[in-house]
């Protein structure tokens, strides 16, 4: 890392004194890019070729959110490149690449003592952590937040080193050339491509400060029905529409070996007994590999790895079993009576409180992630080092992770990031990685002669039976509320106070202590058990300015590892608050746009979300037997948060088996501050109400002794293209900064469906899925 005289200048303000930002700032770190044949490498984001390929770095996870479009896309505006000449590698962990928002929100988890000792004390220890550690991980919508200036810096001071390059070459200032469409431009029709330049353009002193351009990516917002060409399409689509992209179950090496596993009932189980033989009689078995707590075959093809872990009949113990039964009784009962931490206090806080007005309790099930493609990591072992190939959340902690298991240095682990097909924050955890290595060196063992590569791939029934579902959550909320006017209907309703009060696991200290202590998920379990966990109930605060708030959460051991799924605790909280607002309304005949819009207070960029909503999906006041049902949520907290509103429209039917719902509409404005690729955006909005739906419609996975009941994919239910309803996607013009869109929509859609199945059937499902029950 090169340091310059503004660099310190700017450590010592913010840290308060020069030793201590001198002591937090990194001492160096490796570029992590290597030149091909004929390419040049201009910092840790790109390498330029002398056929004038540009080819950007990109430092998180692509697992269909467009994040291999999006960086790459910034660094070409900055540096002025043909978008057809922009190509992309994933980049490996590295200390260049350090995630510093998410290390800061997550500090709780990797620091739980220093975390929260100020503002600034937690930048400068983030910053430290997530440059030492490689903390580069893809979680929380961070993407645009950790790199947009980063990948901007890098695009810009290449641009300057290019030009400086052709100005001395032609004998002009390098202030006065063009640089646009990946050509440089000076006077007298002066022409030279980047990759004429590239190679002493490299050379060159790196400018600090870069010269950005004036005005960072920007695309407006087009009317919903509008139907123009991206000005910056995805770089991986052609190879995802002719299959040619290779996710971590495409990758093939000479003389590979194939793997599947057995896991037993939870993470507490161990196996007791296997019959090998039966194994080694499958046709194609090379090797039996025993774990403490699963049992692995190897094999010339998968197929014959799966036949014979059904021969062997694996038997495990069951520790601490898991029940869909006992998870309920437990979460109502400390509920009820169980100790509680505060989490939230605005406004005259508890006091504020004299009476309860309205009391209603929301339950919310476990929901698995599920990912189409499985877990799944290639690995060999030579030599005392490792190389992985494996598509990870969270890159740096599945190396190590690796390493550990194998008792070598993380350096002697080379990682080989794949994109996901798919991962919803579940290839933040990463046994697959650890179980993969373990087996790659028992295949070294087996074959001294030569190093064989094995892919180790989850069946379907270990990607369920082994997964950590978004937790459970039991929630109790409370209202007083104003009295109406007498003789005039409709003006009571007004909250007063609001009190919410959380039963759930501690989920995010589990996984905290999972990711960043290496601890067992029965021993996570343990450790945090009781303990206060403000990121698992983000969200509980909602975007009304109410006069008094309270926000409690009673930590639950269920006995099931739990950990992160799309939308995390806002998935469940937006559920509950915007459930009971309805209901707020409902009896106090008020309608349901105007009661919220009468809570707002001074927040524009919601309001103008919710008027956009009711626009787009004809609000008609949500009247009974109407079908429709409002929504709205803020993801975050502050000014910045992105907001977002949402209309569905929804029949049900009480008369057929079970049960029946069809969601025909959801109709959307979101406002994620500035846009910077307006395509992938609307992508991002659509797949996350579809996510939401089936979050709220689809079958909730059922446990037996730690087990799953059902470990077939077909019986989760979840929503195909023909159970997509019409959805329209509106954004709102902001100068807001940018935020990630990936989550807002799967938090906003349940229960923008539950109110709009109210208003259909004349029922208020307040458990979620909501077909839980039937109708």
Request: aromatic share 6%.
């Given at each position: 890392?090169?340091l310059?005289?503004?660099g ?20 160096t770190?490796?570029?992590?890019l ?6 040049d ?6 390498r330029?070729?002398e056929?004038?390929?540009v ?26 490149a043909?978008?057809r000449?922009?190509a ?5 962990p ?15 988890l ?6 929260g000792?100020s ?6 220890l983030?910053?430290?952590?997530a440059?030492?550690?490689r903390?580069?991980a ?7 937040a950790?790199y947009e200036?980063?990948?901007r ?10 030009a400086q390059?052709?100005?001395e070459?032609?004998?002009m ?9 990946g ?6 029709g002066?022409?030279?491509?980047f ?11 790196v400018?600090d ?5 004036p005005e ?5 917002p ?12 995805r770089?991986?689509?052609p ?10 179950g ?5 003389g ?19 019959d090998?033989a ?6 194609g078995v ?26 062997m009949?694996p ?9 869909s039964?006992e998870?309920?009784?437990r ?7 169980g ?6 206090e605005?406004?005259f806080g ?9 009391a209603?309790?929301?339950e919310?099930e476990?929901?698995?992630?599920a990912p189409?493609e499985?877990?799944t ?7 005392g ?35 996901a ?10 046994d ?16 001294p002669?030569?190093?064989?590569a094995?892919q ?14 978004r ?5 109790l ?15 009571g309703g ?13 989920a ?9 202590g290496?601890?067992?998920?029965w021993a996570?379990?343990?450790?945090t058990?009781?303990?206060k ?6 969200g509980?605060?909602?975007p ?12 639950v051991?269920i006995?099931?590892?739990?950990g ?16 009971f607002?309805d209901?707020?309304a ?5 309608e349901?746009?105007?009661y919220?819009?009468?809570?707002l ?11 956009r ?8 006041g949500?009247a009974?037997g ?11 907290d502050?000014?910045d ?7 569905a ?10 049960g029946?719902?069809?969601?025909t509409?959801?109709?959307?404005a ?5 846009i910077?690729?307006?395509d992938?955006a ?10 939401g739906?089936?979050m709220?419609?689809?079958r ?20 195909t ?11 709102i ?11 807002i929509?799967?938090v ?9 199945l109210?208003s259909a ?15």
């Amino acid at each position: 890392m090169k340091l310059s005289r503004r660099g310190i200048l700017t450590g010592a303000a913010a840290g308060g004194g020069l030793l201590v930002a001198w002591w937090l700032l990194p001492r160096t770190y490796h570029n992590p890019l290597t030149p091909g044949r004929g390419e040049d490498v201009f910092g840790a984001w790109l390498r330029i070729g002398e056929n004038s390929v540009v080819t950007v770095a990109v430092p998180q996870l692509e697992m269909g959110q467009g994040v291999t479009t999006v960086l790459p896309q910034l660094v070409a505006m900055e540096l002025g490149a043909d978008w057809r000449q922009v190509a992309i590698e994933p980049a490996p962990p590295s200390g260049a690449y350090p995630n510093l928002p998410l290390a800061q929100k997550w500090a709780p988890l990797w620091d739980p003592v220093a975390a929260g000792l100020s503002d600034t004390t937690d930048e400068l220890l983030a910053a430290r952590f997530a440059r030492e550690t490689r903390f580069n991980a893809t979680a929380e919508g961070t993407t645009l937040a950790a790199y947009e200036d980063m990948a901007r810096e890098a695009g810009a001071a290449a641009r300057a080193m290019l030009a400086q390059e052709a100005a001395e070459r032609w004998g002009m200032a390098w202030e006065e050339l063009t640089i646009a469409e990946g050509l440089v431009r000076g006077g007298d029709g002066l022409i030279a491509t980047f990759g004429e330049l590239a190679s002493g353009a490299a050379e060159r002193a790196v400018p600090d400060p870069a010269p950005l351009r004036p005005e960072p990516a920007r695309e407006e917002p087009l009317a919903v029905f509008a139907d123009a060409a991206p000005a910056f399409p995805r770089i991986d689509l052609p190879a995802k529409v002719d299959g040619s992209l290779q996710f971590a179950g495409d990758v093939r090496l000479p003389g590979m070996l194939h793997a599947s596993i057995r896991h037993g009932p939870n993470a507490g189980a161990e196996l007791t007994g296997f019959d090998a033989a039966a194994g080694y009689g499958v046709p194609g078995v090379v090797q039996v590999v025993e774990g403490r707590r699963w049992l692995a075959a190897v094999a010339e093809t998968w197929w014959s790895a799966e036949r014979a872990l059904e021969a062997m009949n694996p038997q495990f113990t069951v520790s601490y079993p898991a029940g869909s039964a006992e998870i309920p009784a437990r979460l109502g009962l400390m509920l009820e009576n169980g100790a509680s931490f505060r989490i939230a206090e605005t406004g005259f806080g508890a006091e504020g409180m004299t009476r309860v007005d309205l009391a209603r309790r929301y339950e919310v099930e476990p929901h698995l992630a599920a990912p189409l493609e499985t877990a799944t990591a290639t690995a060999r072992f030579a030599g005392g080092r490792l190389e992985l190939w494996i598509a990870s959340q969270a890159s740096e902690s599945a190396r190590r992770a690796a390493a550990d298991a194998l008792g070598i240095a993380a350096e002697d682990v080379a990682l080989y990031p794949m994109p996901a097909g798919g991962s919803f924050d579940a290839r933040l955890e990463h046994d697959h990685a650890i179980e993969v290595a373990l087996v790659a060196r028992e295949v070294a063992e087996r074959f001294p002669e030569g190093a064989r590569a094995v892919q180790l791939t989850w069946p379907r029934r270990s990607e369920l039976t082994h997964a950590r579902p978004r937790p459970p959550a039991w929630m109790l909320l409370g209202a007083q509320l104003q009295p109406g006017v007498p003789g005039s209907p409709g003006t009571g309703g007004a909250i007063d106070a609001l009190r919410v009060r959380i039963a759930c696991p501690p989920a995010a200290l589990e996984f905290g202590r999972r990711l960043f202590g290496g601890l067992t998920p029965w021993a996570a379990i343990r450790e945090t058990e009781g303990k206060k966990d403000p990121l698992a109930c983000t969200g509980a605060v909602p975007p009304y300015q109410l006069p008094s708030l309270v926000v409690e959460h009673v930590p639950v051991e269920i006995s099931l590892p739990v950990g992160r799924v799309r939308g995390n605790a806002d998935s469940y909280t937006a559920f509950a608050i915007e459930s009971f607002i309805d209901e707020i309304a409902q009896q106090s005949g008020r309608e349901p746009l105007s009661y919220r819009m009468a809570m707002l207070g001074s927040d524009i960029r919601l309001a103008a979300c919710l008027q956009r909503a009711a626009q787009l999906g004809d609000w008609d006041g949500g009247a009974s037997g109407s079908g429709q049902g409002l929504a709205c949520h803020r993801l975050g907290d502050g000014p910045d948060a992105p907001r977002i509103a949402c209309v569905a429209t929804a029949r049900g039917s009480a008369g057929e088996s079970g049960g029946g719902v069809r969601v025909t509409r959801l109709s959307v404005a979101v406002d994620i501050g500035r846009i910077v690729n307006l395509d992938i955006a609307r992508q991002q909005i659509e797949g996350g109400l579809v996510f939401g739906l089936g979050m709220a419609l689809a079958r909730a996975p059922r446990w037996r002794s730690g087990l799953p009941a059902s470990v077939d994919y077909a019986d989760l239910d979840l929503p195909t293209l023909a159970d997509c309803p019409e959805i329209q996607v509106d954004f709102i013009a902001s100068e807001a900064p940018p935020a990630d869109p990936g989550e807002i929509g799967a938090v906003v859609a349940p229960p923008a469906i539950a109110n709009a199945l109210f208003s259909a059937t004349g029922l208020r499902l307040r458990r979620l899925p909501l077909l839980s029950d039937g109708i």
